[in-house]
């Protein structure tokens, strides 16, 4: 017997002996803080599933190779090549360094006469776009060398503004006994929400520039509630740091995320909601929840602003 067929036979009786097929298909739920994962596979839950570095750039929603086993380990992503995602990323990165190069090659000045192909100026204006960067124009009286075309506007560069502070509240004061900000009740002692606070930074960020959207980034914290995915229900508030009395909400509830325990996610803002803190009207974000079944606790509350070009 040949090497390949009883390799072929090795195979064939390891495969029988551990009851089958030891590599299937899964779906990714949530991504966890640790980098493990939780999935749907073959109709059940899983929650923190090791994943090898070959799974890369993680997210719910994947269609994933597993290799089951008493411990089960995620091995690769299956389906479209992700590159083009990455080659969306890669270009917006290169467009914010772009913002930082300056656009004039040399900037000199002497009591000479500058030489061939230099052209008089007889007024200068300046001003300052949108992205914070300096403009220079140039009025001749006469023009015979057509003026280079002006480089299209770039958009201000992307900004993350993370809370100066975070706490919960229950029967209208702090509560101190949870470490994170929490929703809903878990003993029956009473409902509780959580705040993030961000102080003036977010309108400040926001000053002066056009908003094209705003996400935010939580993680379910463990230990806190049933295992499963529990829905945040956001709102908004108006204080720019925590109160000492009851922490009042304003609108809402946004539903925009729901997660499981150790699951990270990023929800986008609603259009109106990204009005009202860019021009301060709102300051921060809230979470309230009623009983148990919304009862969890989360974490981060960092705020990704991003601008467009005017």
Known sequence: MGIRE??????????????????????????????????TMLGDQFYDVACTDAYRNRKAGDVVAVRRGAVPVVLWRLGEDPADTEAESIAEVAREAAADLIAISAFTWGTASPGAGYQQVTQLWTKKDSAGKGVVYAQLASAPDPSPEAPATQAPKTAVISPTDSGTWRR?????????????????????????????????ACAGKTVSSMSVRFTRKRGAGNNAKVRMRLYLHDYTSAPSGQLSLGDGPESLLSLAVGAKGTATLPAAWRTALASGSARGLAIYGHGRS???AFTGGQITIRFSAT
């Open 172 to 204: 209208g004061r702090p509560d101190d006994y949870a470490e994170s900000p929490t929703q809903g009740d878990w003993t029956g002692r009473g409902d509780r929400r959580g705040g993030w606070f961000y102080g003036t930074q977010i309108a400040a």
């Open 6 to 39: 009883q390799l072929g036979k090795d195979l064939d009786a390891l495969e029988a002996a551990a009851g089958g097929l030891q590599t299937v298909s899964a779906t990714v739920t949530d991504v966890t803080d640790a980098g493990t994962v939780h999935l």
């Open 294 to 296: 919304e009862y969890a």
